[in-house]
């Protein structure tokens, strides 16, 4: 167990050292999101800050009802690249996060243990059509350990234009291995306007999920 | 008298249509790529809209070019906006004038 919490040290640490090392005069004065993410596994809050379009650096917070822990976390999301073409858009980013997950299981004697996960994500999109993936593997000491992934595809049933009302309809697949559940599929809405984004949808196994995000 | 109504329609009819000329040569318009998300593309509003010399920034998702008005007697440096937008996350293909079509 201690040496995946090192390695996965490691592995945030080469993360985040070349982007200090990278870091430049701030030209870009960034932008601050606000991200607040409910579904059937875990209710999330995650503010971050990006200095320039290349990364954010956030504090993210997790309740994991089922797991029967939280955890509080330093978040940081890198563009490892992006694509960008006339009519398309894609992006690939690595997304880590170092913190204290705290066990709300009676059973569990030390309730406090140092937690860390990562994952990439990937996504491309045109006006009409969207698609997405995304994993995580987590480690939470000795009060929990996963991997998930999920996958979304979406349509546009409109084109609008910018700073219209702009819709999407999405189907988002989740995959999580050591679930009882291991596959959740959820129909969803996603509708933003300007600064504000909102998704709806309910799951296959009948769980709620509502997301919005917020960019100042 | 003739003269001066005449004089004062000149001046009025051709009033707007200088300032309209002015205004059209201080505007710039970038081809750029990878415009497709509303959401994403507030950043290019942010960030030109923090420049003083910028008066006004539209963004037109379906010709993928970003408008740039500025104030009198005052812009920004093509190599400044390109910069501005590569900061916002797009790749510039061409930046143009009015002139330029």
Redo the contacts between chains.
């Keep these: 167990m201690q040496f995946r919490y090192f390695a996965l040290l490691g592995l945030v640490g080469l993360l985040i050292i070349p982007k200090i090392g990278q870091a430049r005069p701030v030209?870009?004065?960034g932008?601050i999101t606000a991200m607040f993410m409910n579904n059937g596994d875990v209710n999330s809050a995650h503010v971050h800050y990006s200095p320039?379009?290349k990364y954010s650096l956030g504090y993210k917070y997790e309740h994991w009802r089922d797991r029967d822990f939280n955890m509080h976390a330093l978040q940081l999301n890198n563009?490892i690249k992006?694509?960008?073409?006339?009519?398309?858009?894609a992006n690939f980013y690595i997304k880590s996060g170092v913190g204290v997950a705290h066990s709300l299981d009676d059973s569990v004697t030390d309730k406090n243990d140092f937690a860390a996960y990562t994952g990439l994500a990937l996504d491309w999109?045109?006006?009409r059509f969207f698609t997405s993936y995304e994993n995580r593997y987590t480690d939470a000491g000795d009060i929990d350990d996963f991997f998930m992934q999920s996958a979304r595809v979406g349509v546009a049933p409109y084109i609008?234009?910018?700073?219209?009302l702009?819709t999407w309809l999405m189907l988002e697949v989740e995959h999580s291995p050591k679930s009882d559940d291991k596959f959740t599929i959820t129909p969803l809405v996603r509708m933003?306007k300007?600064?504000h984004?909102v998704e709806g949808g309910v799951s296959n196994r009948g769980d709620v999920m509502f997301n919005y995000v917020v960019?100042y | 008298m003739k003269k001066f109504i005449l004089t004062f329609l000149a001046l009025t009819l051709l009033s707007p249509v200088t300032a309209f000329a002015q205004n059209a040569g201080n505007t710039i318009y970038v081809d750029?790529?990878?415009?497709?998300?509303?959401?994403?593309?507030?950043?290019v509003e942010?960030?030109f809209n923090?420049e003083e010399s910028v008066e006004d920034v539209?963004?037109?998702?379906?010709t993928?070019v970003i408008t740039i008005s500025f104030v009198a007697d005052k812009e920004l440096s093509e190599e400044k906006i390109r910069?501005?937008i590569t900061?916002?996350?797009?790749?510039v293909?061409a930046v143009r004038s009015a002139e330029d079509g």
């Design positions: 030209s870009y004065p932008g320039t379009a563009l992006r694509w960008n073409k006339k009519e398309t858009q999109e045109s006006r609008g234009d910018y700073g219209d702009h933003f300007g600064v984004l960019r | 750029v790529n990878g415009l497709v998300c509303d959401f994403c593309a507030r950043a942010k960030v923090e539209k963004v037109d998702l379906n993928k910069e501005l900061d916002s996350g797009y790749d293909v």
